[in-house]
């Protein structure tokens, strides 16, 4: 099965714009989450015309599971531009299940300082959640099996497809 | 001389168990150290320099040899990952070093450490303790004897690649007391495999130890056309107590002939890299002018040694399951 990805990010854009406008953020700065949070945060930042660079975080160093597995060895740098100090953050993501990956990339966010909001926005949410995290603007939600995934792959072109999963991680 | 086994230092996977030397270590491992500690040199830029990585584990710092840069930056590479750590400095006089080795061991041991970190004098120290430890506690190499200082070629390494990032165009001279230097043959190791053009190795005839034409190094005797046309010069320490066992005459000789001055130093390209371990002896292996002028990089191989030993301490830490630190998800 897939997705129409383009089409949710569109959906997605538009909804963060209506969302900035009702709370009156008119300078947020964008942190994507690698890798497809990357993508989309890179997409968004065209939609917005932020003046903000956009930043980077690779949770790798903050995940909950590091003392049973261990390193993720494709680990890349985390890259925030700019200070954090009282800004407006929109965090991207990909895909919201576990809430778990969401849990490590505020926790690194606080580590380079005190934002005034964080607003999060993910392309897909779907059910699986163990955390009580909840996203503020979603492209899509979906009700998948326990043993499927939903991967976005890209950049050009971003295509999303429901899979099989082949190992337990979840994360 | 090769004191390791492969097979100690990598689990059946290829992945670092422990970290005990360079030799024998893949192309793909040495990069990977690297990427690893590149991830990590923005976290001295933040405002909290910390990840929780290696948050509840205890790392012991087990130093029988004075350091005071190589034991601080691991303790702050250690607790910039959040493990708690112990110093412990033990100074070396029993005789019967094997027996006082293991007693230290088995007493850190019954305090759940779950790694240590060693400098000691004897070659083979730390792979001893590799050797000896449980499964669930990984080994780190600081410098043993003459044999091996892994992760100070690694951060040198770094260093480099950071400025220049293709070996394969590299031309390296190292410069000095070969012989006894285990930084100079962890160096050697793993920059051949790296696959570097050209690797030279200068020093006084007395200081260049036998058998080193196998690593594929050229030797010179003489610094001035040893350094022509080289990309990076690695200046080693020289160790003042050597010049009493009459292998070298004088620190004032030693500077005429093997000082790295800034006249010498126009032999090599315009671009080249001046790197030195530390502690410098300014004046007799190089001049301050150098030392402290723009091509000197030496400050930012203290800064990256920070990194590249967050990166070999979190591959290296023991997981639940025993296997290692490195697994890919999924």
Same mark, same amino acid.
């Given at each position: 099965m897939n997705l129409d990805a383009p089409q949710l990010v569109h959906k997605l854009n538009k909804a963060v714009t209506v969302l900035l406008a009702e709370r009156q953020i008119s300078d947020p700065l964008l942190i994507g989450i690698r890798t497809g949070g990357v993508w989309l945060a890179e997409s968004l930042h065209k939609h917005l015309n932020c003046k903000s660079p956009l930043g980077k975080l690779d949770i790798s160093f903050y995940r909950d599971d590091f003392s049973r597995?261990? *390193?993720?060895?494709?680990v890349k740098p985390s890259h925030i531009p700019t200070s954090l100090e009282n800004r407006d953050v929109i965090l991207i993501d990909d895909v919201l299940q576990t809430g778990r990956t969401i849990r490590a990339a505020l926790n690194e966010i606080f580590d380079y300082g005190r934002p005034n909001c964080v607003i999060l926005a993910v392309l897909v949410e779907r059910n699986g959640?163990? *955390?009580p995290i909840q996203a503020d603007v979603v492209g899509a939600h979906l009700s998948l099996q326990s043993d499927q995934t939903v991967e976005l792959s890209g950049p050009s072109p971003l295509e999303l497809t429901i899979k099989k999963r082949q190992g337990s991680e979840t994360q | 001389m090769s004191l390791i086994t492969p097979s100690l230092q990598i689990d059946g996977q290829g992945r &670092?168990?422990?970290? &005990? #030397? #360079?030799?024998?270590?893949s192309q793909a491992l040495l990069t990977e150290i690297m990427d690893v500690a590149e991830s990590f040199m923005s976290v001295a830029h933040r405002e909290t320099k910390k990840v929780p990585l290696l948050r509840g584990k205890t790392i012991a710092n087990l130093f029988f040899e004075a350091s005071t840069r190589t034991r601080t930056t691991f303790e702050l590479a250690a607790k910039r990952l959040s493990a708690d750590v112990i110093n412990i400095n033990i100074s070396t006089s029993a005789t019967n070093k094997g027996e006082t080795l293991l007693d230290t061991l088995r007493n850190l041991e019954a305090m759940n450490v779950d790694m240590f970190v060693v400098r000691h004098e004897s070659s083979g120290a730390a792979h001893f303790m590799a050797a000896n430890v449980p499964e669930h506690v990984a080994v780190i190499n600081a410098g043993d004897g003459n044999h091996a200082h892994p992760t100070q070629a690694m951060l040198d390494l770094f260093t480099i690649r950071r400025h220049k990032p293709d070996f394969s165009q590299l031309t390296i001279a190292i410069v000095g007391d070969?012989?006894?230097s285990r930084v100079a043959r962890s160096h050697m190791h793993a920059l051949q495999t790296l696959g570097v053009k050209e690797l030279r190795i200068i020093a006084p005839k007395t200081l260049i130890p036998a058998g080193v034409t196998e690593l594929g190094v050229k030797i010179f005797n003489h610094l001035e056309p040893g350094i022509e046309g080289a990309d990076v010069v690695m200046m080693l320490r020289l160790q003042r107590e050597r010049m009493i066992g009459a292998l070298l005459p004088s620190a004032h000789e030693y500077f005429q002939c093997y000082g790295l001055t800034e006249s010498v130093l126009s032999a090599a390209n315009e671009d080249v890299l001046v790197m030195h371990p530390g502690p410098i002896n300014r004046g007799v292996e190089i001049d301050s002018r150098v030392a402290d002028g723009?091509?000197?990089?030496i400050l930012q191989q203290v800064t990256h040694g920070i990194a590249i030993r967050m990166a070999v301490m979190s591959m290296a830490m023991r997981t639940h399951d025993g296997g290692s630190a490195i697994e890919q998800p999924n």
């Open positions: 597995i261990g *390193l993720h060895p494709q959640r163990e *955390l | &670092l168990r422990h970290f &005990l #030397t #360079t030799e024998g270590l070969i012989l006894h723009p091509k000197s990089v």
